[in-house]
């Protein structure tokens, strides 16, 4: 089931039109609409701080949002358009869209890894390589899982995690269809990869010699 969603605040924006938006501004404010769901578009205004904030934490227009308007209900919403100055590319104007539960959406969902004390590939060294910390999936609005799990249970040196490994939660699936794509995977440790290295450039040498004897 769906973990915590991020609350986002904002106000309702009494005005409209270019007037009401450059007084947002102004005022240190985003003017923002929220429409879909069956209901009427609401204005907003949202603080330029905390939309400036989500927006460098990344995949703001991929996140869940838990809108929280003054004297309403909150409602879950996705944003669909980020509107930017084209000199200073600051956001000017915020559209979200609001999502029933039925609704399907795309949203990278973290990947968690268990039992790492129960994989062989660790106990020798090995190293746990995240090739997808997060993975993209198609979700229902009101069954949003909360993590992806990776029993690493059995686990050694060499072993690969692919998307098939991973049981889905019902109703949701990867946007990467056409391939088994990698997760993780558990590779040598570095002294172990010198050595093999090594080993490997000894063999080729010992190879080349050989080859030049022959044809002396």
């Known amino acids: 089931m769906a973990g915590q969603i991020p609350d986002f ?21 985003v003017p923002g609409i929220v429409y879909g769901g069956g209901e009427d578009p609401q204005p907003i205004n949202i603080k330029f701080n905390e939309l400036f904030k989500r927006l460098k934490a990344g995949r703001f227009m991929s996140t869940l949002f838990n809108l929280k308007v003054d004297g309403q209900d909150d409602v879950r919403v996705i944003c669909r358009n980020v509107q930017r ?8 104007h915020v ?17 968690e890894f268990l039992n790492e004390e129960d994989a ?22 009101g069954d949003i899982p909360e993590s992806l799990t990776v029993d690493l249970t059995g686990l050694d040196i060499g072993d690969t995690v692919t998307i098939s490994n991973i049981t889905l939660p019902e109703g ?7 391939r088994d794509f990698v997760i993780a995977n558990i590779s040598a440790p570095s002294g172990l990869r010198s050595a093999d290295d090594e080993g490997d450039e000894e063999e080729a040498t010992e190879e080349a010699t050989a080859e030049d ?4």
Do not use: Y
């Open 9 to 29: 605040n904002a106000t309702v924006r009494t005005g409209t039109g270019k007037g009401a938006a450059r007084q947002a501004r102004r005022e240190q404010l």
């Open 85 to 92: 100055d084209v000199v200073k590319d600051l956001p000017t």
């Open 95 to 111: 559209d979200f869209m609001r999502l029933r539960r039925t609704s399907r959406i795309n949203l990278f969902i973290p990947v």
């Open 120 to 141: 062989p590939g660790l106990k020798k060294g090995g190293v746990l390589n995240a090739v997808r910390p997060e993975v993209e999936l198609k979700v229902t609005a």
């Open 172 to 178: 949701t699936r990867p946007m990467i269809t056409d």
């Open 213 to 216: 004897a022959t044809e002396e």
